[in-house]
Nanobody, 121 residues
Framework: QVQLVESGGGLVQPGESLRLSCAVS??????????MGWYRQAPGKQRELVAS???????YYSDSMKGRFTISRDNAENVVHLQMNSLKPEDTAVYYC?????????????WGQGTQATVSS
């Protein structure tokens, strides 16, 4: 059974940074077989794709995250990271990771618990 454990969220002020991590375990195939993505869901809003990274390392970012967020993967540790810089109050959300089946929202596994990121002065 696949487990997705997201961590690294917290409360920060506008302009500050957070680095999120997602540890993946229990997959049927090796970690490098999967395209991975970070998603977020703000209160009262639908879940949205933030960024993705393919098996080959190619990245995709939603327009509002370009230049501020960086997705990366550590295939040796089965971990996906999301470096978030220049955070804005509108980035406040619960952040989730999952394996990307298709953009924007088709994923492979049940969702984990997510990690809360709150940007507020």
């Amino acid at each position: 059974q696949v487990q997705l454990v997201e961590s690294g969220g917290g409360l920060v002020q506008p302009g500050e940074s957070l680095r999120l991590s997602c540890a993946v375990s229990g997959t049927k195939n090796i970690f490098t077989a999967y395209d991975m993505g970070w998603y977020r869901q703000a209160p009262g809003k639908q879940r949205e794709l933030v960024a993705s990274v393919t098996r080959g390392g190619s990245t995709y970012y939603s327009d509002s995250m370009k230049g501020r967020f960086t997705i990366s993967r550590d295939n040796a540790e089965n971990v996906v990271h999301l470096q978030m810089n220049s955070l804005k109050p509108e980035d406040t959300a619960v952040y989730y990771c999952n394996s990307v089946v298709s953009i924007p929202l088709q994923v492979r596994w049940p969702w984990g618990q997510g990690t809360q990121a709150t940007v507020s002065s």
